[in-house]
């Protein structure tokens, strides 16, 4: 699939102003949800909050197709679908593997968790070589919808709310400041692995709708 030749300007920030918007809802919906004790299925209040329903973790893959679809229709699609899939495919790859090998227990070497992350971070970066103007998207609004979380997991870890933003994973080491805590289980966090899951995810899910609708296309134009 080619580039479409005739663009139209499109504003990154227009663009991701309703996914942002949604994504804000669903953590103060979230946050609310597990100070009020209601259902785990649904707010899960463990560390990692893990699998919990009420979460803007799914959202990545879905935004992915959405901001795919609103790139193409204005002229900014990939110049090669398949291949964007396969860069986001290898991302993929390097991210989960580089985490991996960061949380192995039975893999021991100096540097290994470093080594890892630098992995995962690779695996975020790769899907630009696919789509630029996905990944550029994507990272806006990670970033739009990834703030607000770290904001949230400031006073909930000050505050010791008891909520998934604040509790402590089980192996966490005791005895750390606040300044730390934070940094090591929400800045970094949802500044760096958040962000790199979105842009992979988002990438692939994106990718896989730019080949489905330029093959539509392509038959529309061959019927017709």
Do not use: C
Not at 8 to 31: A, E, G, K, Q
Request: charged share 10%.
């Amino acid at each position: 699939m080619t580039e479409t030749n005739s663009r139209s300007d499109i504003s990154i920030i227009r663009l991701i102003l309703i996914p942002s918007i949604i994504s804000l809802v669903i953590t103060l919906l979230r946050l609310v949800g597990e100070l009020q004790g209601w259902s785990e299925v649904f707010f899960n209040r463990s560390a990692g909050g893990f699998g919990s329903v009420i979460g803007i973790t799914w959202l990545a893959p879905i935004f992915g197709v959405y901001f795919a679809l609103k790139l193409s229709q204005a002229g900014h699609a990939p110049a090669s679908a398949g291949k964007a899939i396969a860069y986001s495919v290898l991302g993929l790859v390097f991210l989960f593997g580089g985490a991996a090998l960061a949380f192995a227990k039975d893999i021991t070497f100096p540097g290994k968790e470093i080594v890892g992350l630098l992995l995962a971070l690779a695996g975020a970066i790769i899907p630009v070589a696919g789509w630029s103007a996905l990944f550029k998207t994507l990272l806006a609004y990670g970033y739009a919808a990834r703030i607000p979380v770290a904001i949230v997991m400031f006073f909930a870890i000050r505050g010791e709310w008891g909520t998934h933003y604040d509790v402590l994973p089980p192996d966490f080491p005791t005895g750390q400041g606040f300044w730390s805590t934070y940094i090591q289980i929400a800045f970094l966090p949802q500044m760096l692995i958040w962000i790199a899951f979105t842009l992979v995810t988002g990438s692939l899910t994106g990718s896989i709708t730019a080949a489905i609708a330029g093959r539509s296309k392509t038959v529309e134009h061959a019927a017709a």
